[in-house]
């Protein structure tokens, strides 16, 4: 049996775990949530029903995001652009195409995950082990190929660049990056951080958030 992958929290504050449909199972989208841990933005449901949300309302923002872990940057992407507000249209929309339409594109032997992932950065932690992070805000990605990193350092902001419904990031761990195309989504767990079980907050030791489950980090474990 595979010994499960480590690694650190990569946000600080209180956000929401979820997985669309269509979404890996052994990755992680987080969103991040108000004071009230009921809402992913600021103001009412009815703008997002019948007019639109910029993103810049939404909790999660522009929150710095942390390496999980020791590495070498071997991809790193930014300039592409986020989509500036957030409607129950383009959700729709949005949903439908990741869900059954999006298809990566390969360019000989390069494939543009932009599309889907928009700004992002990958980081190898060892043989076999790349964490990817995805939907980083445009501009703020701040290593480049080649770089080394160590946990904890800032390497960009949550955006919504790329197919995304609203501003959160998405995390996994490839096995390789030579070929996204045949790479296997692995398994992981994180380090420590902490969950809301209704009435108070609990320890989670070498963990990973089910579908749904609002976590908070105070301060990084890396």
Do not use: C
């Amino acid at each position: 049996m595979q010994k499960n992958i480590v690694i650190g929290f990569p946000l600080q504050g209180e956000w929401i775990s979820l997985r669309p449909p269509g979404h890996h199972p052994h990755a992680i989208d987080f969103v991040g949530l108000g004071k009230n841990r009921r809402k992913w933005f600021s103001g009412t449901y009815l703008r997002f029903i019948f007019s639109s949300i910029p993103v810049t309302d939404f909790y999660g923002w522009a929150k710095p995001i942390y390496a999980p872990l020791d590495g070498t940057v071997v991809q790193a992407s930014d300039g592409w652009a986020d989509n500036g507000k957030v409607d129950i249209i383009n959700t729709i929309a949005i949903w439908f195409k990741a869900t059954f339409l999006f298809r990566p594109k390969a360019d000989g032997s390069n494939i543009d995950i932009r599309p889907n992932a928009g700004n992002y950065v990958m980081i190898k932690s060892g043989p076999g082990i790349v964490a990817f992070m995805a939907h980083m805000r445009s501009g703020s990605v701040k290593v480049a190929a080649g770089q080394r990193v160590v946990a904890g350092q800032i390497i960009g902001e949550v955006g919504n660049s790329g197919n995304t419904t609203a501003p959160h990031l998405h995390i996994n761990v490839f096995d390789q990056v030579n070929d996204l195309l045949q790479a296997k989504v692995l398994p992981f767990v994180f380090r420590r951080y902490e969950r809301w079980n209704g009435s108070l907050w609990e320890a989670a030791l070498n963990g990973a958030p089910e579908k749904g489950e609002i976590v908070r980090v105070q301060t990084l474990n890396v």
